[in-house]
């Protein structure tokens, strides 16, 4: 019995691309172009095989590598001269040249390390030369970004300067010299303002700003980073924007289907269990992925807030260009209400995601549920620092305390058993300041364990100071229901009494014991000016005395410390102690307004009412005036994050890196007849001579 070979199969040898056998050739130290003026230029018509060039470069032992060193010096320089599109007119050239140096360059980065990475690349192309054609490749670069050529091209010189600015350690590569002396950053700039060019490469475009703005700093004068603190261009701002709320909704969106579809089984029965293993220790989890990959972006957003006073203005009115258009009454789901458009106008997040901030919250809430894992964690600190620098920011406050500005967001809350959710709260119409605080209080109740994030507390803690501090400043009166924060601070602080023992031997539980005392010292000082009510007033001293328990052991627990001559945390305990002056007096003081009433009623068990009547009848006692609760120190990146967003820069040059291999190896650069050249976004009329080899 015969059988047909299969079309195919591996009994066929296929036969070598003649690009291949070009490769191998020069890689041999062998000169193909010799007896052939027209070599180069039918060359670059060949596509080209990514990984056998990358192949064949990673073979080369150090003596053969000084053999092919001319080959792969002139490679390098005919590639580069195919890119002058003032002489090169054929679109196939130009793209295959660019995939080329892609493979040239990622083939010499994987075969040195990053200490001496810059020794090999001046081996191989020249130390003498080499400033000039890197210089040439960049202007090059810039020209092709921004003039008459196609999107393949624009795609593939993308993908180029990606290849050169994570091919090693960021600090440790010294091609990134070359893109600080020849900025292409005005070129990144026009394609951000076009909807079109932003569409296709603005993913491409915000990662590499993001990885150049963080070479060196904090160490020189880095260009990118001073033209990103003035950048002013509001059409570029929005795209930039928009490019960071676009994934970041598109991630809410998966994340709500997958509840959908988990739902749609057993809604009660399955939703605990659900959000229990969605989010594993298992670094290879899809979920943990999907976190991870936006670390990118949200660099970009930090960098873009931390350095850019102008990028807070977008926050508010960033569109994401793909949303949909919020759906007709008529085609809404049973689940979903009617919406009131006699009211002003609200934005459902849940429906129709346009705002980065909002994006930007409803992210957050969905990450907090994960801290299982060392990436997820990182991933909210630097969430946490986005909205520290937002809370510092005057404008920013402005926009979220204005009445008049709110949104409709849906936080994510983590199933918890000695609690239920408050449907009432969920999806609430309200200023963003409301929403914000929302979810830092719904972080402060679901993360209290034994592997207790002590620096996303004190991160958490001081968001909420700061905004505090903003409406006792403009005395504005956010319409907020002050209780829930109140009671997950005192629950907070419940939570390091108890733990002391565990706590105390891994962190400094006493600074942020302070900080959230002098939250409350804050509402009891100068509460008169912020609170929107004076019910408000009492329904913090009756929470106050409700937990007296809490602030008594905190008390024992201080005093306890003070006489431990080796306590290395003795400066804080001292300033704690002091902190509690006022919230003990307070509690002593209606503590035995209360016995007495109890005693004239003859009662043992009053009601909440009739504890806030006695405490309205008795603001007769006299506190402490305490100095400076409503100062901050201003975030600062260094020293205290420095070696944080050194290690997620590596993570994003890893990441992304990993991705580009990818899309390079992939790409086929044929260009039909028929292929439009989008015009050009810009007039410049420059020419470039390629220096001599």
Known sequence: MTSRKRSGSGSTKRPKEKVVYIYELLCRGEDPSADSPEFWHEFFLLQPNFESLEDQISKLNNEQLQVVKPNLNKLFQKCIEMLDTGKEDHPKRLCNSLQTLCSLFYGIFRKCNAESGSNILNEIFGHETMDEWLKLLMQYCNRILLGDVTENARFMCLKLLLVLVTGTDVSQNVLFEYLMIHSLFDAFVRLLSDPTFRTQHGYDIVILLTILVNYRK????????????????????????????????????????????VQSSSWF??????????FVSDEGCERVQQIKANNGLLLALYEAVHLNRNFITTLAHTQAESSAPPSPSNTLSLTQPVPDLANAPIIDMTQYPTNLLVAVFQYCSIVMQDNKNESSIAN?????????????????????????????????????????????????????AATLLDLLVEFIVSHLMKKFPMELYLLCIG?????????????????????????????????????????IKKCNIFHLSLQVVNIFNLFITFGDTFLATTNSYDELYYELNREEKVFTEIHAMVLRYTT?????????????????????????????????????????????????????????????????????????????????????????????RKHIYGYVKEAVSVIPEQDVLLGAVTTSTTTTTAPST
Request: proline share 2%; hydrophobic share 40%; net charge neutral.
């Open 218 to 261: 904090h160490e020189a004068t880095n260009p990118y980073v001073v033209q990103l603190s003035i950048l002013a261009d509001e059409l570029a701002l929005n795209g930039y924007g928009q490019m960071i709320s676009q994934s970041l909704i598109d991630f809410c969106r998966q994340y709500m289907q997958s509840l959908n579809n």
């Open 380 to 432: 909210l600190k630097l969430c946490f620092l986005i909205l520290t620098c937002i809370s510092e920011d005057q404008y920013a406050n402005s926009m979220m305390h204005d009445n008049n500005l709110t949104f409709k967001v849906m936080l994510h809350r983590a199933q918890m058993r000695h609690r239920k959710l408050n449907v009432d709260r969920v999806g609430k119409s309200q200023p963003l």
């Open 564 to 656: 431990m001559p080796e306590c290395e945390y003795k400066d804080d305990v001292i300033k704690l102690l002091n902190s509690l002056v006022n919230i003990l007096a307070i509690v002593k003081h209606f503590q035995n307004k209360i016995k007495e009433w109890l005693a004239e009623q003859g009662l043992s068990t009053p009601t909440e009412e009739q504890i806030l009547d006695v405490v309205r009848k008795n603001y007769d006692l006299t506190l402490k005036l305490q100095y400076s609760l409503d100062q901050y120190e201003r975030y600062a990146e260094t020293p205290l994050h420095s070696s944080f967003f050194q290690a997620m820069v590596r993570d994003v040059v890893n990441d992304t």
């Open 269 to 278: 029965s399955s939703l605990s269990n659900m959000v229990g293993n969605m």
């Open 463 to 503: 968001v909420i100071h700061r905004i505090l501090c903003y409406q006792k400043r403009c005395r504005v009166r956010l319409n907020y229901p002050w209780k829930e924060l109140w009671s997950a601070l005192i629950g907070l602080l419940r939570f390091l009494v108890n733990q002391e023992q565990t706590l």
